[in-house]
């Protein structure tokens, strides 16, 4: 996958808020493709929906104010995600036509983690 260069790792160990998750993940994923514009379309989103299971974790965006499109389309990025330094799942965003659309968050197996982070437990 051309979009996947690199993998970057994200501890869950010390996250209590799910828009900090949100937020570093989308950095990482926009610094490691050099698309700036993806995290400026973040900054600049409105959250729509977020589902949540013990198989993952996914947020839906709308932006408010398109300041330039992203080089990227499709699914792209990929964060590891680790908790206690076991790999548990991976992350990714889904842009369509350039625009930021969605956050995918997933588990190898399943888990509760973004369960009790957005219910506040």
């Not at 950095?27 to 973040?42: E, H, R």
């Not at 900054?43 to 499109?69: D, M, P, Q, W």
């Not at 790999?87 to 369509?96: D, K, P, Q, R, S």
Request: aromatic fraction near 10%; proline fraction near 0%.
């Amino acid at each position: 996958m051309e979009n996947q260069k690199s993998e970057r790792c994200l501890s869950l160990d010390n996250f209590t808020d799910i828009t900090n998750i949100e937020a570093e993940i989308i950095k990482l994923i926009s610094d490691d493709l050099s698309d700036y514009a993806l995290y400026k379309q973040f900054e600049n989103s409105e959250i729509t929906k977020r589902e949540v299971s013990t198989a993952g974790y996914y947020c839906h965006f709308e932006c408010k104010k398109i300041l330039e499109k992203s080089k990227n389309n499709g699914f792209v990025g990929n964060v590891n995600l680790t908790l206690s330094d076991e790999n548990i799942g991976g992350a990714m965003v889904l842009l369509e036509n350039g625009i930021l659309k969605m956050l995918e968050c997933y588990f190898w197996e399943e888990n509760n983690f973004f369960e009790n982070i957005v219910n506040g437990q």
